[in-house]
């Protein structure tokens, strides 16, 4: 599934991630070069978790709307900026003149959870841990199987890694996946491919 852009920042739906990336600039008036590269370092996180908070607003939403109309509600604004705070680091790489380069991601999971609250476990480990749906459902936060929000990722196609997880059809309608099989809980994550 191909990546959306947005600003300085991309949704890599497939990877269920938002990511940026930063530079920071060494200051040169700086007491001492760690100092420096440390601000740099500051600088380049700041750079990219900025880009990330920017395009988030924009991340629409499986039920209608986007995740910046939900973050007027203060509580889930609070946990969309500590979603963002905790980013991960996926690549940093220091320049020979004390600068710094970072690629910043933020689970859409967590973003998930920040509208939802945590998926509960309900059962057992006797569900599959993934389980690939064939399915017209544009690439969008927050869809539902049944009555529970469930991570997704979507795929262009069905590598060879998922060759062996149970495989259903779904429709879709209102942010729900409808699956034609009952496969999964909520510690499930569903795969994605477009329907036949």
Aim: net charge positive; aromatic share 4%.
């Amino acid at each position: 599934m191909a990546s959306t852009a947005h600003a300085d920042a991309k949704i890599d739906w497939a990877r269920g991630l938002v990511i940026a990336d930063g530079v920071g600039v060494a200051d040169r008036h700086a007491p001492s070069p760690a100092i420096a590269r440390s601000t740099a370092r500051r600088g380049a996180d700041d750079a990219a978790k900025r880009a990330i908070a920017i395009a988030l607003r924009a991340i629409p939403l499986a039920a209608g709307g986007t995740l910046g109309e939900r973050a007027k509600d203060a509580a889930i604004a609070a946990r969309i900026d500590a979603a963002v705070a905790h980013a991960m680091t996926l690549a940093a790489d220091p320049d020979t003149d004390g600068a710094w380069r970072v690629t910043l991601g933020v689970p859409l999971e967590a973003l998930r959870q920040a509208i939802d609250g945590p998926r509960a476990f309900t059962g057992g480990d006797v569900a599959p841990a993934v389980v690939v749906v064939e399915a017209s459902a544009p690439p969008a936060l927050g869809y539902r199987v049944g009555t529970t929000g469930v991570a997704i990722a979507w795929r262009a196609d069905a590598n060879p890694d998922l060759a062996t997880a149970p495989r259903t059809t779904a429709t879709v309608a209102h942010g729900t996946l409808a699956l034609a099989k009952p496969l999964g809980n909520a510690a499930t994550l569903y795969v994605i491919v477009p329907g036949r």
